[in-house]
């Protein structure tokens, strides 16, 4: 077992990346269902810097709990520690992946050399991979699959009434990827591709080759011209930006179209009957089960994660600056041991 403390990032109040601090903190038990897990490397994503700011933009009573001092993170590779004596699906030393405790907890304490969660969150890290790969997967991967391949659950969305449901993808499908060089984008590009649509990928023009190597048929640099303007009579858009601005999307899509905004915005239903169009979004979801099927497409070389930069735990606040620059192509890490 462990020394009783551990090093681990925390923040005492909400701010810039600079409220980010290396401490000595207490390493935590497992609880009934629960695995303890030794962090090799832990996955970046946007809601560790909306919760580090304190979301100053969701009004109070739409804001989980927040207590401080806080260790952010939800996106783990790691090794097995110790398992609560209910849990039988893993043993000590197995290596696993896992999106923790999301969203019923914002952030699950990732941030840190040892954390806890419900097995549950958890599946086997794909063996074809190094941690730090695998801890890019989770939940940008879960993000894409529960969008575009299946929901897995019966939550209902914090955004809307109307239930998402997938659309079928394949060969007669045009998928129109905004932001697809990031983390969710590159994922849900391969993942459309692996169900045989034909992709339209936008990012900026650095990102095209990437793009397209990882399978896009078409290239918009929203640089040089509007996507909005560029693509006409397209099935699908899965806008991975979203916000106030996906509305503009609307005018891409045929009669009978989607726009999944991963973050919602505002949307007049009225308007969507009159252009036959449906938008719907969710909210990604812990789900182990979903993460080993996303394993065994990484372990067959079907989608693979591409690594935008690494940090070590102790410079989580670099890392944090070079994910408000933008620009991002696949993930940022932090490596732990």
């Known amino acids: 077992m462990p020394t009783h403390t551990m090093r681990a990032i925390r923040l005492h109040e909400?701010?810039?990346?600079?409220?980010?601090?290396?401490?000595?903190?207490?390493?935590?038990?497992?609880?009934?269902?629960?695995?303890?897990?030794?962090?090799?490397?832990?996955?970046?994503?946007?809601?560790?810097?909306?919760?580090?700011?304190?979301?100053?933009?969701?009004?109070?009573?739409?804001?989980?709990?927040?207590?401080?001092?806080?260790?952010?993170?939800?996106?783990?590779?790691?090794?097995?520690?110790?398992?609560?004596?209910?849990?039988?699906?893993?043993?000590?030393?197995?290596?696993?992946?896992?999106?923790?405790?999301?969203?019923?907890?914002?952030?699950?304490?990732?941030?840190?050399?040892?954390?806890?969660?419900?097995?549950?969150?958890?599946?086997?890290?794909?063996?074809?991979?190094?941690?730090?790969?695998?801890?890019?997967?989770?939940?940008?991967?879960?993000?894409?699959?529960?969008?575009?391949?299946?929901?897995?659950?019966?939550?209902?969305?914090?955004?809307?009434?109307?239930?998402?449901?997938?659309?079928?993808?394949?060969?007669?499908?045009?998928?129109?990827?905004?932001?697809?060089?990031?983390?969710?984008?590159?994922?849900?590009?391969?993942?459309?591709?692996?169900?045989?649509?034909?992709?339209?990928?936008?990012?900026?023009?650095?990102?095209?080759?990437?793009?397209?190597?990882l399978g896009a048929d078409e290239f918009i640099d929203y640089t040089k011209e509007r996507p909005e303007d560029a693509a006409r009579d397209v099935d699908l858009v899965l806008d991975t930006v979203g916000g106030p601005d996906s509305r503009r999307f609307l005018r891409t899509l045929k009669r009978g179209g989607s726009l999944y905004p991963v973050y919602f915005g505002e949307f007049d239903d009225e308007e969507n009957a009159e252009l036959g169009v449906t938008v719907t979004a969710t909210q990604v979801r812990s789900h182990g089960a979903q993460l080993a099927e996303l394993g065994r497409l990484i372990e067959a070389g079907t989608i693979r994660v591409a690594i935008d930069s690494t940090f070590a735990l102790a410079d989580a606040r670099a890392a944090h600056e070079r994910a408000a620059q933008g620009h991002i192509q696949g993930k940022i890490v932090l490596t732990v041991a």
Do not use: C
Request: charged share 15%; no cysteine.
């Open 14 to 213: 909400f701010g810039g990346p600079e409220v980010l601090r290396y401490e000595e903190v207490p390493v935590p038990q497992p609880g009934p269902g629960e695995v303890l897990v030794r962090v090799h490397a832990v996955g970046l994503n946007p809601p560790d810097w909306y919760a580090r700011e304190g979301m100053p933009d969701v009004p109070p009573e739409l804001k989980p709990p927040f207590t401080l001092p806080l260790i952010p993170g939800t996106d783990v590779s790691g090794v097995v520690e110790a398992v609560a004596a209910d849990v039988d699906g893993f043993t000590p030393g197995e290596e696993v992946i896992g999106l923790l405790r999301f969203p019923t907890a914002l952030q699950a304490s990732a941030y840190a050399e040892y954390v806890t969660a419900p097995a549950s969150d958890f599946a086997r890290k794909p063996a074809a991979i190094d941690h730090v790969h695998a801890a890019g997967l989770p939940m940008s991967g879960l993000t894409a699959w529960q969008f575009l391949i299946e929901l897995g659950h019966d939550h209902p969305s914090p955004f809307q009434e109307a239930q998402h449901r997938p659309m079928a993808l394949g060969s007669e499908t045009t998928v129109l990827i905004n932001g697809a060089a990031g983390g969710v984008g590159h994922l849900a590009l391969q993942l459309a591709k692996w169900k045989g649509a034909h992709v339209i990928a936008v990012a900026s023009g650095t990102h095209e080759t990437f793009l397209r190597e």
